[in-house]
T-cell receptor
Framework: NAGVTQTPKFQVLKTGQSMTLQCAQDMNHNSMYWYRQDPGMGLRLIYYSASEGTTDKGEVPNGYNVSRLNKREFSLRLESAAPSQTSVYFC???????????FGDGTRLSIL | ELKVEQNPLFLSMQEGKNYTIYCNYS?????LYWYRQDPGKSLESLFVLLSNGAVKQEGRLMASLDTKARLSTLHITAAVHDLSATYFC??????????????FGKGTKLSVKP
C-alpha cells in the first residue's frame, strides 16, 4: 500500500534553477495539497486541488505553480528557485476535505 | 485572518505524568485536527474533531474541542517514552463546507524522559 508517494526525496538546487516536485496517490482521493515545513513554523499550505481540474492558492503561494495532472498526480513547480524556498515539502491527499489528510514522506529541498 | 496558537511549544515530561497541550484559534471553525510527527518523518493523523464538545480518545491521548472558546486540548495520561514526538493541531479555514484548507499551529515538541 503506497499511499502518497513523493519524488525526489532529496534535492539540491542552485539559485535560479527550476524544479518540479512530483506527488502521486493511489487511494482514489479527490483532494490534494502541497505544504512546506520550516523549523519552528509548522506546516504552511502552498496550493491545493479540491478536485481534479481545480487548483487554489493556499497561505504561501508566491514563487510556486502547481498542476493537477489527473486524479492521482499533483505536481509543484519552482520556476526560479530562491534560497528562501529551502524547506521540506509535503504532499497530502484526502477523499474529501473534511477527512484527515494522508501525508507523503516529504522532499528535502536545499537551494544554494 | 485565522491564526492557530499552540502552547507550550516545548514540553519535557517524566514518564507516568499527565499533561495537556492547548490549541487556540482566532476565528470560527468547526473542524480541528491533531497530527503527530516523529523526527525526520511524515505526519500521522491522530484525531478529527468535528463539532462542539467532541471528545476522542486513543490509548494515552485524549482530544477535545470547545468551538465557543475556540480551544482544543490534547491530554496525555501517564506518559511513556514512545509518545515523544511533535504534535500539531490544524484548523480548517472553511465553516460549513470544507476543502481541507488547513492552518497549522507551530507544533508542540514533547520529550518524555524516564
Amino acid at each position: 500500500n503506497a499511499g502518497v508517494t513523493q519524488t525526489p526525496k532529496f534535492q539540491v538546487l542552485k539559485t535560479g534553477q527550476s524544479m518540479t516536485l512530483q506527488c502521486a496517490q493511489d487511494m482514489n482521493h479527490n483532494s490534494m495539497y502541497w505544504y512546506r515545513q520550516d523549523p519552528g513554523m509548522g506546516l504552511r499550505l502552498i496550493y491545493y486541488s479540491a478536485s481534479e481540474g481545480t487548483t487554489d492558492k493556499g497561505e504561501v503561494p508566491n514563487g510556486y505553480n502547481v498542476s493537477r495532472l489527473n486524479k492521482r498526480e499533483f505536481s509543484l513547480r519552482l520556476e526560479s528557485a530562491a534560497p528562501s524556498q529551502t524547506s521540506v515539502y509535503f504532499c497530502a491527499s484526502t477523499r474529501q476535505g473534511i477527512q484527515p489528510q494522508h501525508f507523503g514522506d516529504g522532499t528535502r529541498l536545499s537551494i544554494l | 485572518e485565522l491564526k492557530v496558537e499552540q502552547n507550550p511549544l516545548f514540553l519535557s515530561m517524566q514518564e507516568g505524568k499527565n499533561y495537556t497541550i492547548y490549541c487556540n484559534y482566532s476565528t470560527t471553525s468547526d473542524r480541528l485536527y491533531w497530527y503527530r510527527q516523529d523526527p525526520g518523518k511524515s505526519l500521522e493523523s491522530l484525531f478529527v474533531l468535528l463539532s462542539n464538545g467532541a471528545v476522542k480518545q486513543e490509548g494515552r491521548l485524549m482530544a477535545s474541542l470547545d468551538t465557543k472558546a475556540r480551544l482544543s486540548t490534547l491530554h496525555i495520561t501517564a506518559a511513556v517514552h514512545d509518545l515523544s514526538a511533535t504534535y500539531f493541531c490544524a484548523v480548517d479555514r472553511g465553516y460549513g463546507g470544507s476543502q481541507g484548507n488547513l492552518i497549522f499551529g507551530k507544533g508542540t515538541k514533547l520529550s518524555v524522559k524516564p
